[in-house]
């Protein structure tokens, strides 16, 4: 995931622009109120979702296009919780196969965190639970 610039509306012009999704309306891929509840529910039940698990929520079939515009609309969540003082929402967002995030999560959010190892395997994978433990605990009390 690349890092989402500008605001809420700039990504939501970005998101028309390229043809994408349609901005206007609930359940869209840009609604951020949206896609954050559904994390936070899925962090207080104390689990990931699959990229095509959480497109499904939206109403979306997994393509590629879309998980990148849910890519952006992550990067906007992280970026006002990281404001606000909250775990990161975007590491429960992992594939299938291997139940770690994407390349683009590794590019932005796991550099702020000093992460620099391997994007897969065992070391990749404790780190993940970990962050993905920080979230879990932080939205179970609230």
Known sequence: MRR?????DDLSRWLEAE????VEGPGTIADVALVRGLLVA???????????ELLRALGHRFTRPK???LCKTLDAIDAV???????????????????LPGQGWWTT?????????????AEAERFVAAEQGKA???????
């Open 81 to 99: 919780d990281e404001g606000a003082g909250e775990p990161a929402l975007a590491v429960l967002v992992v594939r299938e196969g291997d139940r």
């Open 19 to 22: 043809g994408i999704v349609p």
């Open 109 to 121: 959010l796991a550099e702020r965190l000093s992460y620099r190892g391997a994007w897969k395997g």
């Open 67 to 69: 998980m990148r515009a």
């Open 136 to 142: 879990f605990a932080y939205w179970r009390v609230r």
């Open 4 to 8: 989402a610039s500008g605001t809420c």
């Open 42 to 52: 899925a962090a207080r039940e104390g689990r990931a979702v699959s990229y095509s």
